[in-house]
């Protein structure tokens, strides 16, 4: 049976931070990625405020059918490690700790280990997450009693939200009068460094500056802000509810608009390093196979989806990644995706490895060489989306 194509439709959108229309576009992407059901097509146009610096995809995807796709998803494999660390989260947290209080967690997957570290620090620990088998108590921040929470975190999720003012006076209701809503989110200042200008799902691309504004405008205070974060690339921001617009007059910031488009550019550019390197691996995979060498190209990314969008992958180079859910996900381009365990022989006889996800290379390197006995590096190895000096870029 043919997997069925999901376009996400787009709609209208002005500029939250300060209402206006006049945008600069500067980029656009189209990326396809498969569900449990379905794949589903995305267009991402990516525009800049002029009289702010917001920087923000219009049209956007649409709301509903976008909420339709997460909950087409799966939650985070156990068999998987956690795609953030724990340790700067709890350090952030607990100075905002309430230990006869609740917190609410948004967007954060199963309950897992942040969540039993959180121990002591909170009463109780509330579960808001849409992915259908993730066991959460609420799909919804919308779900949320008024007045029930005395912090909400969100880590990684409002770059997702194509509606930012409806999520956060969502946040705002649900919180007790003065409450804390702490957040990370990527910082488009350090975007000259990273990839994260690929991700096809973030819809908001924040500095301090726009976030804060947008915030204070649903009547959040910015009380600290901070860059040890548990992802790269990011800045970690703590907000108290005041309940009452702090920003009401019209915002004007020209400077900031001037350093989004340049961050943007310089994104660009990494994105253009990539493309020059997947050519490269292109040609050396070509060329290890015309040798009759095998190749494992490792965990299916959207760096992946890059280097075989336009290059089909010879006989003896196979697709690996630990999640056994996405073993039909390159079925559109006729690949069967292979469980390492299961090609243990192919990945030991490999002459090049090609990692697709330079965050895990080193447990994907250990990984390896626990179960083979092999060590990959030198001209035998390759890692994608990384930067000049070797530095992971996502």
Request: proline letters at 4%; hydrophobic letters at 40%.
């Amino acid at each position: 049976m043919e997997t069925k194509i999901v376009e996400i439709p787009l709609e209208p959108r002005s500029c939250e931070c300060c209402g206006s229309n006049d945008l600069e576009s500067i980029w656009s992407n189209q990326s396809s990625v498969a569900k449990v059901s379905a794949r589903y097509a995305f267009k991402a146009f990516i525009v800049i405020c002029k009289k702010c610096g917001f920087c923000f995809l219009s049209p956007v995807y649409d709301n509903k059918f976008l909420s339709k796709y997460y909950l087409d998803g799966l939650s985070r494999s156990k068999d998987i490690m956690l795609p953030y660390s724990i340790e700067p989260r709890v350090a952030f947290l607990k100075k905002y700790s309430v230990p006869d209080g609740i917190l609410a967690e948004i967007g954060g997957d199963q309950a897992d280990e942040f969540h039993y570290a959180l121990n002591g620090f909170f009463k109780k620990v509330i579960n808001v997450e849409v992915t259908a088998n993730s066991g959460a108590e609420y799909i919804s921040i919308h779900d949320l009693h008024s007045d029930s929470a005395d912090v909400i975190i969100h880590y990684d999720v409002l770059e997702h939200v194509p509606r930012v003012t409806d999520f956060l006076m969502a946040c705002s209701r649900a919180l007790k009068e003065n409450g804390f809503m702490i957040c990370e989110v990527p910082d488009i200042r350090l975007y000259p460094r990273n990839l994260l200008l690929l991700e096809y799902e973030h819809v908001n691309h924040f500095s301090i500056v726009t976030l804060s504004t947008i915030a204070a405008k649903c009547g959040f205070e910015l009380l600290e802000v901070g860059h040890l974060c548990s992802r790269p690339f990011g800045f970690v921001a703590a907000f108290r509810k005041i309940g009452i617009p702090l920003i009401s007059k019209t915002i004007d910031l020209p400077f900031e608009f001037m350093d989004a488009r340049s961050c943007i550019q310089g994104a660009i550019c990494q994105i253009e390093r990539v493309s020059e390197h997947i050519k490269s691996i292109q040609d050396k995979i070509t060329e290890v196979a015309g040798q009759g060498k095998k190749i494992t190209v490792w965990c299916v990314t959207e760096l992946l989806h890059r280097l075989i969008k336009s290059y089909e992958l010879p006989v003896n180079a196979i697709v690996v990644d630990t999640d056994p859910r996405r073993q039909t996900h390159l079925k559109s381009y006729g690949i069967e995706v292979f469980q390492p365990k299961d090609q243990i022989n192919h990945i030991k006889n490999s002459d090049l490895l090609i990692v697709c996800a330079p965050r895990y290379k080193g447990e994907i390197l250990d990984w390896i060489y626990t179960s083979t006995g092999k060590r990959f590096n030198g001209s035998g190895l390759d890692v994608m989306g990384t930067g000049l000096s070797g530095e992971s870029l996502l």
